[in-house]
């Protein structure tokens, strides 16, 4: 992994942090909120902390020089 990865890797964080939300504002913006709507987000939010959590770890494997590849 280089360092072009991470700066991918980052902007694919950030635009899931902006579909969350627009999905948020999108389903979330009345009192109209189902189970389906809730599930959905959980799921968003699962798959944004899971992707934050990779992203640290090869920002924290780059840093040390111990990434892919080296």
Do not use: Y
Request: hydrophobic residues 45%; aromatic residues 2%.
């Amino acid at each position: 992994m280089d360092n072009i990865d991470l700066i991918l890797e980052a902007q694919d964080l950030s635009n899931a942090a902006l579909g969350l939300d627009l999905f948020a504002l999108d389903h979330l913006g009345s009192t109209d909120v189902n189970l389906e709507d809730i599930n959905a987000l959980r799921g968003i939010v699962a798959s944004i902390k899971i992707m934050a959590e990779t992203h640290m770890d090869h920002v924290v494997n780059q840093l040390e020089g111990t990434a892919d590849g080296k």
